[in-house]
């Protein structure tokens, strides 16, 4: 998780920022669902063969939490679009420099 | 101890992944260790029992947004090798995170303890009650669609929102500011 958080400060260039808000997101869900499992248990599937199961109650926000992840990470991939057709790179420090040279 | 065996060492292979992800520049490269890392991500949802998250995680995580990401790196440029930025206050920041992670971690139950607070309240009815109101086995289904239905209607509405962004950003000319770079590059 703090690895994430690393690469999106660290580097510099936009994608691999959004990439970077991934991995945090899913070692999120990773630790989300570590706290659902009961020992000796099965998933959450009704069975004659199995008495107890898992928590399933953090599966389920968790399922919509990877979903709307999707769609918060493809939102960030258009800005990041349309950030290289204004300014033709997608660097920090290139796109600092290029606004440093209109303002004058 | 074979479960916190294969946990073990799914995790130290995530940790692998990430410092590679972090060091890699070529970003279609970045992106496929991004496809590897969800897709060891749903290994471990599977070694913890949650088989519906697993799928989840295999199909939209790994699947669309692998997808998704190899589309833009296709049309982006190839990444530079450029020095880090603000690596110090970073490291700063990210020690003093893990530590504080490390010692709440220290104080939650024990992973798979069935009688944390958790597992107490609430999921039980759940479980006991769910086959009788729905006919349907499966949990997950059965609290997703059912019991709280109104959540996954929100998600869908995210969703929706997500996607008119995505049409209106790509689609848009009016943030269109390269021409005034250009000629402002032309005047010099």
Known sequence: ?????FIIITSQNYLKKVIGLAIFQTAVFVFFVSLAKVLDGTAPILTKMANVYSNPLPHVL?????VVGVATSALGLALVLQIYRNYETIEEKEIQSLELKSDK | MNFLLINFFLISLLLVTTFFIF???SLISVVALTG???LLCSAIYVNLDAVDVAFTEAAVGSGIST???VMAAAKLPEGKKNKL??????II???SISLILIIIIANLPLLGDPNAPIHLHVVPEYLKESKDFFHIPNVVTNILASYRGFDT???TIVIFTAGLGVIALLTSNTLNRKTNFKKNNKKK
């Open chain 1, 62 to 66: 968790i399922l919509t939490a990877i």
């Open chain 2, 153 to 155: 209607l929100g998600e």
């Open chain 2, 93 to 95: 920041l990210a020690v």
């Open chain 2, 36 to 38: 590897a890392f969800t």
């Open chain 2, 23 to 25: 060091k890699t520049t």
């Open chain 1, 1 to 5: 998780m703090v690895g994430g958080l």
């Open chain 2, 85 to 90: 930025i603000n690596l110090f206050p970073s």
């Open chain 2, 67 to 69: 997808i998704l990401m």
